[in-house]
Each structure stands twice: as C-alpha cells, then as structure tokens.
C-alpha cells in the first residue's frame, strides 16, 4: 500500500486540515513510513478473534434518560472566539 | 527548616499534622523553587495567588483536624486536565485563551482533598510525543545532565513537565496520564516513580481527551509510598464518565508492608529486545535478583504478541484521536485562524486546524482519518482491534497461570538528547516499546528508579499488575525501591 500526493491531499480534505500543495509530497512520504510500520499487523493471524471493542469487560452503565444539566449559556458562550446575542458565530454557511 | 520543597508527600503530610510546618511555607518553597527554574520550561501557566490562597484554607483545615492526607501538599497539575477558570490548553495553539467554566473530576478530588495547585505543567501536544518537542509552549528540560555534559536532554513525554518538576522539587508530587507510556516512561528519565493505573480507575471526565479507549491519568511522585497516597486521592467512581469503575479504592499506603514472599513474578522474554543497550539488561537483572532476594518466585513467561502491540497502539490512538480532536473546529472554544475575503466555514476550519495544531498532531489526526476511512476500516482498524484482544489475552493467561506481577524494563535507554529523535516519528515512537502494552490491555503500571547509567543517568523498571490490583502492584515496588535504594537527585544547574 503506497499513498501519492492525491491520496494526501484527500485525507487532508477528510481532517479538515489545509495543507499546501508544495507540502503534500512530503506528507505522503511520511504517511508510508507511518503505513510501512503498520503493515507487521498483517503477520498476526487473527481468525476468530473479535476486534475489542471494551478493555475492562464491565458493561457500561445506563441512567435515566433525564435533564441533569443546562440553563448556564454564558458558561458554554465564554470561550468562544465569536459569540453574539447568545450564539455562536461563524461564517456563512449556506448561500 | 529549609528546602521545604524537597519533602515528600509523606513527609509533609506529617510534618504538617504535627504542626511543624503549614502549607503557606512548603507552598512558598515550591513557588520560589518554580520561579528560579524557569529555564526548565516545565511549568507553563503559574498559578501563585491561587495557590496562596488554597494554602491558607489547607492550613485552616489543618488546624481544625479535618485534614485528609493530601490537605496542604503543593502539586503541579499538567496541562491536559482542565482547571476551572486557569489555562487549560494541553500544551496547543488551538486551545488558546481556552479557559474552562469547569474542573476535571481527578483535580477536584485532589482540590477538596486539599492540594494545592501551584500551576499547569508543559507537555507534549495534545500528549502525543515521547520527549516534550511538540508542546506549544517550547521543550521541557531534564533536569539531570549526562557526566559532565550540559547538553540539553528530554525529561520524557508526554508528561514531561510533570517528570521534570517532580525531580527538580518544584512541587512534591504531580499529575500525570498515560496512553501509551505518558507517565511512565518521563518517570524512568527523570528518577521518579509513575503509576498508570488500571483503565477505568480515575474519571477521564476534564481531561482533554486523546485516545479515550487508552488515556488513564496517574499520579507523579518522588516515592512508591507517594504514589500510593496521591493515587488513592485521584482514584475513584465518577458517573460522568461512563468507563469509569464502581470499584472501592483501597487504602494503597497501608497495602505497603515490602512483604512479596511468595509473589510470582513474571520476566517475559519477548522484551528482550534486539541491539538493546547493555545497560538495561543489566538493570533488569539486577532488579529481577532483588525481588528473588526479597522472597519472590522468579518466572520465565512468555506474552508472545508483544511485537505487535506498537503497530496496533499506532492505529487505534490516531483513530480514537481523529475522532475526538474533530471537536476543535474554531467555533466553541480557542483559536480560529483570520479569514481571507470570501471565505467560508470550511476554509475557516481548514485553516484554524492548519494553524492550531503543530505537526505531530496533524500527522497522528491524519493517520487516524486514513485508518477510519471507506476502504481501509477493516484492514487497519479492526485489524488492530483483534490484535489488541490478542495482546490482553497474553496477559490474561500469565496471570491466570498464577503470575502476580511482571517485570521488564521501563525504556529502551536512558533520557537522550533533545532534537535528536524528533525528525523521525516511527524512530520516536519505539520509546513505549515496552510500555504501551500496558495501555492496550488497560493493566496498571508504575515506573520505579532503580540504577544509573554509566554518564550518571537514571534508569527505571517497569512492573504490571493484574487489574484493578493496584495495592499489590505498589507493595511489590515498594519491596523494589527499597531494595534498589535510590536516593540519586540532579545536581542543580538551573
């Protein structure tokens, strides 16, 4: 499995991270040797084992299905890099 | 009574129950050691007034008789944990300014337990790295040099400004987390002692979250006995973390008699590792001996999957991270990058995420993207999964064949120099070669300083419990700490 810069450039796209042209070959690069030392993992044989989904085998707890929390907008506005008349702002988004 | 700061958590605890000592003075010490060692880079928001504050009501406590133990004992808080109204930023641009309208579960118990937060500690980005280069904020330095060298050397990561704080007196204790060898593996290159301890033991609920299936937060001590007391005050149920166990948390410190007659424990062949320096070797034979002198069973075992659990840790942590980092986005909180004219919110994201993380983050977020993507979910992703049963399932059998804890080294080598790994990142990655295992199987873990290099470095141990066996796991490095007798401190140069 060998990734190009195309292939680069769509998991960029996917994380939402802008990476500029000039630095994609380089990404690419890095992500094969990333890739390269993944692949050992095709080794293991793995017939009948289930993928882990929990590492401790308790189950996880349920609660009643309630409002715990809430009423404190200022509280959840504050560290917002743009927030007006109790929202937070961002650009446009639809046309 | 001077260097205050140097106290244990244990010493303090009694000195300031017999009135010997208040907390204003040992939080003083602390603060004064902190400010003179700013060339450490380890403390990257201080919280002087705060602390001051905390002291007094500690002190007050103490004098009422409601103390418990960890009432009056200055500590370092790392980055990651959000602290209500101070900084909180794991070490990244992209949390700038991010100041939290609440408090992680674990620094609340420590906070109404008493301590006293002295401020935030660097970090690597987002806890991803092994030697404290990716922080925002700039390197953490080890405060212990090689011989007669004043080459700057890495104090470990991701938790190395806890590492470093902790060794250098600036605090008596720390807080650490672990997700693939985060508290342990900066404890082994600073000479101190780190405990990860079993998945599900502290509240992750505050805690930035990188890999949530592998992130555990621990204590950071000078002594096993330190770790035992702090761990008890971090540890316990939480329901806003809905991983977290109902477990009672026992009394580790009484646990500690040094008595491991008996005790089997396991050296498991597979981290005999190639082209492994020889010190190490010699480091872990010397450590298996003073166990078997102290009344333990010795044992050959075998975890035969041990190859294999880095290239799976190296899946499922960019995935996991991939997922929770999606949460930065420039709208709720932090940095969000200028705009350019025409600009919509997608540039807006693009460009916050390009600008807000540093490159470590973006490659480990963009592996995880790749992994978790149409087409490759299978064979990276659940591939890894399966490999991960396989890994717990080698644990499971040496503990069910009777093994009560393992022994191995903590790290491949002694603190190496900083700049010196950072340009290759699988190079960087075999740094949790022998702990992140641990992780994978969610078993508790503790770093114990047991020898010195040949340039005067030290070196740690590593032992794994049977889970949720923490008080076990402590007694065993207790009767090893003893045994070993390290008492080494860096000699100050900041």
């Known amino acids: ?95 | 009574m001077s260097d205050l700061n140097k106290f244990t958590i244990a010493d303090a605890r009694d000195a300031l129950r017999a009135g010997e000592v208040t907390s204003t003075e040992l939080t003083e010490a602390c603060l004064s050691a902190i400010d003179a060692a700013d060339s450490l880079g380890a403390f990257a928001h201080k919280t002087p007034e705060l602390a001051m504050e905390r002291a007094k009501a500690a002190d007050a406590r103490l004098k009422a008789g409601d103390a418990p133990d960890m009432c009056g004992i200055p500590v370092g808080i790392k980055d990651l944990f959000c602290t209500e109204g101070v900084p909180s930023q794991a070490a990244s641009r992209i949390l700038e300014g991010f100041k939290p309208e609440y408090e992680s579960t674990v620094s609340g118990q420590l906070r109404d337990a008493g301590a006293v937060m002295l401020g935030k500690l660097n970090m690597d980005e987002f806890a991803m790295g092994s030697s404290n280069e990716t922080s925002y904020y700039g390197n953490v330095v080890n405060p212990w040099r090689a011989g007669n060298s004043d080459a700057a050397l890495t104090p470990g990561g991701s938790s190395g400004g806890s590492a470093a704080a902790v060794a250098a007196d600036l605090c008596m204790a720390a807080t650490g987390t672990d997700t693939g060898g985060s508290i342990r593996q900066p404890a082994a290159f600073t000479g101190t002692v780190g405990l990860k301890p079993t998945y599900g033991r502290c509240s992750r609920w505050g805690i930035v979250a990188f890999a949530s299936s592998l992130d555990q937060a621990g204590p950071m001590t000078k002594t096993v006995r330190d770790a035992a007391i702090m761990g008890h005050a971090m540890m316990g149920h939480d329901p806003k973390d809905s991983t977290s166990a109902d477990m009672a948390v026992p009394d580790f410190e009484a646990m500690l008699t040094g008595d491991i007659k008996g005790k089997v424990i396991g050296i498991p062949k597979e981290y005999r590792m190639d082209g492994m320096p020889d010190e190490i070797e010699t480091l872990w034979a010397d450590g298996t001996a003073m166990l078997k002198d102290a009344g333990a069973e010795i044992r050959d075992i075998s975890l035969p999957h041990t190859k294999y659990a880095l290239p799976a840790y190296y899946v499922i942590a960019p995935a996991e991270a991939s997922s929770n980092l999606a949460r930065y986005d420039g709208v709720r909180f932090g940095y969000r990058a200028e705009m350019a004219p025409g600009d919509g919110i997608t540039e807006m994201y693009e460009k916050t995420r390009a600008e807000g993380f540093g490159a470590e983050v973006k490659r480990r977020v963009m592996v995880g993207t790749y992994v978790l993507s149409a087409g490759f979910y299978d064979a990276y992703y659940n591939r890894a999964r399966r490999v991960r049963a396989l890994i717990k399932r080698d644990f499971d059998e040496v503990f069910s064949a009777g093994v009560d804890a393992i022994l191995t080294p903590a790290t491949p080598s002694a603190a190496f120099e900083l700049g010196k790994e950072v340009s290759d990142p699988v190079e960087m990655y075999l740094n949790d070669v022998f702990t992140v295992t641990v992780n994978l199987a969610g078993l508790p873990g503790v770093a114990v300083p047991t020898g010195l290099d040949r340039n005067g470095l030290p070196l740690g141990l590593q032992l794994i419990g049977r889970p949720w066996e923490e008080g076990e796991l402590l007694n065993t490095a207790y009767a090893l700490e003893s045994a070993a007798g390290f008492v080494e401190k860096p000699a100050r140069w900041w």
């Open chain 1, 1 to 95: 499995m060998s990734i190009d810069t195309a292939t680069a450039a769509k998991v960029a796209k996917l994380a939402r991270i802008k990476v500029e042209e000039a630095d994609l070959p380089a990404l690419a690069q890095e992500f094969n040797a990333i890739l390269g030392f993944i692949e050992q993992l095709e080794e293991v044989d793995v017939k009948g084992v289930e993928p882990m989904v929990s590492v401790t085998p308790q189950r996880l707890k349920r609660r009643e299905d309630v409002v715990t929390d809430g009423s404190q907008p200022a509280k959840v506005l504050a560290n917002a890099p743009d927030a007006r008349e109790g929202f937070f702002s961002v650009p446009k988004v639809v046309e």
